[in-house]
């Protein structure tokens, strides 16, 4: 991540693009060489507490109406990592975008945690397919 910082951030300083680019290419491909990781660090996913502080990060630069509650969510919410609950957070933001409402209110999140827990309401893979058409995986 580091190299990628500082090759975008020259990069983007606008100094001799052509050769910062072969440069950061060359020395990236030489980290990503097998063996050069040898460690792996297993994080798991966040208990309530953990998905609570993770929904006040994400919950900051968001109009929240004061009838969302983030306790309850969370405990709505198990086995969701952060990258879920942002994903879940900027849905409901969508929709209540879409809705053309000031806050994002109880009924966006509801919706939204129903769109990522159990998919897009009214989609469905006759009408992806067609009437008769079925998907063979082998």
């Not at 500082?6 to 606008?14: D, H, M, N, Q, Y």
Request: proline share 4%; aromatic share 8%; hydrophobic share 40%.
């Amino acid at each position: 991540m580091l190299l990628e910082k500082i090759c975008f951030s020259t990069i983007k300083a606008g100094k001799k693009v052509r050769n910062i680019v072969h440069w950061c290419l060359i020395w990236l491909e030489a980290f990503l060489r097998p063996g050069r990781f040898d460690r792996q660090i297993i994080v798991g996913l966040p208990d309530r507490l953990g998905q609570i502080s993770i929904l006040k990060v994400h919950t900051k630069n968001k109009p929240f109406d004061e009838d969302v509650s983030l306790v309850q969510l969370a405990n709505r919410t198990p086995g969701f990592s952060g990258a879920d609950l942002a994903n879940l957070l900027n849905e409901s933001a969508i929709l209540a975008t879409r809705y053309k409402k000031p806050t994002i209110t109880k009924n966006e999140v509801n919706e939204a945690a129903d769109r990522i827990i159990g998919g897009i309401a009214g989609s469905s893979n006759s009408k992806r397919w067609g009437k008769g058409s079925y998907m063979v995986c082998s």
